[in-house]
């Protein structure tokens, strides 16, 4: 998981309250589970930034190849 969240962008800072969490056990489980889900939410944000950053790029690069 801190692997995927680092690939993700997600700040240090959120890593270690994860991984603080996580050593606390059971009692952290909603905690988690809550942090999981907005990270989710986040990366899912990035992703569509970057699709429409793709697709502007790509139209403009078949602007220029046509000129």
Same mark, same amino acid.
Request: aromatic letters at 8%.
């Given at each position: 998981?801190?692997?995927c969240?680092r690939?993700?962008y997600i700040?240090i &800072? $959120?890593?270690?309250e994860?991984? $603080?969490?996580l050593i606390? +056990? +059971?009692?952290?489980?909603? &905690?988690?589970?809550v942090m999981?889900?907005?990270?989710l939410? /986040?990366? *899912?944000?990035?992703m569509?930034?970057?699709?429409n950053?793709? /697709?502007l790029? &790509? *139209? *403009?690069? $078949?602007?220029?190849e *046509?000129?």
């Open positions: 998981m801190i692997q969240m690939m993700a700040p &800072q $959120s890593i270690k994860y991984v $603080s969490l606390r +056990g +059971g009692e952290t489980l909603e &905690q988690r589970f999981v889900q907005n990270h939410k /986040d990366i *899912k944000n990035q569509t930034n970057l699709q950053a793709l /697709d790029t &790509q *139209k *403009k690069l $078949s602007f220029y *046509k000129l």
